[in-house]
């Protein structure tokens, strides 16, 4: 599942935050691609244990955390560290597998079920730059607005086209989720969309909604490694 969500939609806090990462000090994106991603990378990231910006990444960390669709969506159980990343003159990322098993901002080992892709810069500031995600149906490419960000599943083949005009500025991170696998996480998603929706139609205590509860219940418990 590709979902779009809006992580961030107040336009002034957006610019704010893409501000606050033109300032970083930047450097080689090679640096942290694993071995099958090193070759095909050409980007400048910011070093991210300098103060500034780790305390970027930890507050777009803490919103996207706390984002109730992304929460619905990835059944998160930790976070990666974030990456921010800046493409120009250019730059691009060629198709790629992200690392399987990464590294958590907590310290510890990780797996990389859910990569998302947290857009700061508008999309008419650069040419280029959309990130392609390619799977057994096709391809699929995404340019978000400032303050969108595009979650996708971490085992999909992906690139980011040359930026040819300007510059594109993101928040790379990955995430762990209670549940590995991807279809299984899907239909829980379905499934909380339509409780969802029936809230609005139906008591609480309806024969409908209370085994619909009964249902996305069981299924966690078939399926979530919390
Ligand atoms: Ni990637």
């Known amino acids: 599942m590709i979902l779009m969500i809006s992580a961030i939609p107040d336009p002034a806090a957006v610019a704010a935050l893409a501000a606050r990462a033109e300032a970083l000090e930047w450097r080689d994106g090679r640096t942290t691609a694993g071995p099958s991603a090193r070759g095909v990378k ?77 857009f700061l810069t508008p999309p008419g500031d650069y040419d280029g730059g959309e990130l392609v995600i390619h799977s057994a149906s096709g391809t699929q490419e995404i340019k978000g607005e400032a303050g ?37 996480r ?18 609480l205590q309806s024969e409908e909604l209370l085994t619909l509860d009964k249902t996305i219940s069981n299924l966690l418990r078939r399926w979530a490694q919390p």
């Open 42 to 118: 050409r980007n400048l990231q910011a070093v991210m244990n300098a103060p500034a910006a780790r305390a970027l990444a930890g507050e777009v960390q803490g919103l996207l955390a706390a984002h109730p669709v992304l929460r619905a969506a990835a059944l998160p159980r930790r976070f990666s560290h974030l990456l921010i990343s800046k493409t120009q003159d250019g730059g691009h990322y060629g198709a790629h597998i992200d690392n399987a098993v990464i590294k958590a901002a907590s310290g510890e080992a990780m797996r990389s079920d859910v990569s998302f892709t947290l």
């Open 186 to 203: 899907e239909t829980l998603f379905d499934l909380e969309n339509l409780r969802a929706a029936l809230r609005a139609r139906l008591p």
């Open 148 to 184: 969108a960000a595009v979650l996708y599943p971490s085992g999909t083949l992906h690139e980011v086209r040359p930026v040819t005009r300007g510059q594109r500025i993101v928040c790379v991170g990955w995430i762990e989720s209670m549940v590995a696998d991807c279809a299984a």
